[in-house]
């Protein structure tokens, strides 16, 4: 028995994700097709200045894009540092289906994009770029993650045939260093599925859930016996516990495969989405008292 299909987005920006994914589970779709749907929604529309076109660039004023895609039987794809392609999670998952390997990075990834057929544009649009120049005026300038309630888009997904799969795609922290990747294409790190236990994901400062692998962490708390909730508040709590964390975010979201859902974070201000048969949601995430 299953409670899918059940889709689970991260951040307000969740809802556009959720609404391509469950177009497709509402039809008994694959629960892989729907998370690539959901994740291809957030990055192809520029109001979302941290995913895909439109992302805010990095210090040097390039938009580089990290994106992670697995099935339930734990198969995964990922590229890095990739510039001037518009949809990476589509090309992750072409890593994972079509070559023996995991990620690929930078040049490699592009080159890969390229012989795949995907089409090279410009993603930095004119505010993206007016962001960076403003940003550029101010030397203490740091990435700050939270500030505009629109992150990484994570998205999660049971189908109605118990498979469990999830996606994530971002163009990282706004003013990043050159060459900086953060925790979204790294399994375990940005996300990490297990078919037979749940699905995990993180957003935020990347560099705290990269310390901890906080979402191969959730999962395997899930596999141990933990609830969702329970999974999404014991990894927040050992990234406060054992990192200085400053005043940045991390927010994470959890699915099992019962369609059990848990999100937790450090600070306010972590939100997600979720679509069943019954309800569209935004909901705000619970977080550590501070
Ligand atoms: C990163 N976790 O690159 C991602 C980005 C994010 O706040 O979620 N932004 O660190």
Excluded at 157 to 185: E, F, I, W
Excluded at 271 to 285: E, K, L, Y
């Amino acid at each position: 028995m299953t409670s899918g299909p059940l889709v689970v987005s991260t951040w307000n920006h969740g809802r556009a994700a959720n609404e391509a994914a469950w177009a497709l589970l509402s039809e008994g779709g694959d629960s892989l097709d729907a998370v690539e749907a959901g994740a291809r929604a957030v990055e192809t529309d520029p109001s979302f200045t941290s995913v895909g076109f439109g992302g805010l660039p990095d210090r040097e004023g390039e938009v580089t894009l990290d994106a992670l895609i697995m099935n339930h039987e734990g198969d995964c794809g990922a590229v890095s540092c990739l510039r001037e392609v518009r949809h990476p999670i589509s090309v992750a998952r072409k890593v994972m289906e079509d070559t023996p390997h995991v990620m690929l990075t930078g040049k490699g990834a592009l080159q890969f994009a390229l012989e795949q057929g995907f089409e090279r544009e410009d993603l930095l649009t004119e505010y993206a770029e007016e962001r960076w120049r403003k940003s550029l005026e101010n030397e203490d300038f740091k990435p700050i993650a939270n500030v505009e309630d629109h992150d990484t888009v994570g998205v999660l997904a049971l189908d109605a045939s118990g498979r469990l799969a999830g996606a994530c795609s971002t163009s990282g922290l706004a003013g990043k260093m050159s060459g900086r990747v953060g925790d979204s294409p790294i399994a375990g790190a940005g996300l990490f599925v297990d078919g037979e236990v749940g699905v995990a994901c993180a957003t935020g400062v990347g560099e705290l859930a990269m310390r901890a692998l906080s979402s191969f962490f959730m999962v395997q708390l899930m596999r141990d016996g933990a609830s969702p909730q329970e999974a999404c508040e014991q990894a927040i709590r050992r990234v406060v516990e054992k990192q200085d964390i400053g005043d940045s975010q991390l927010g994470v979201l959890a699915l099992d495969i019962q369609g059990r859902v848990g999100s937790y974070a450090i600070r306010e201000g972590f939100t997600f989405a979720t679509r069943t048969p019954v309800s569209d949601v935004v909901n705000p995430s619970s977080h550590q008292a501070q």
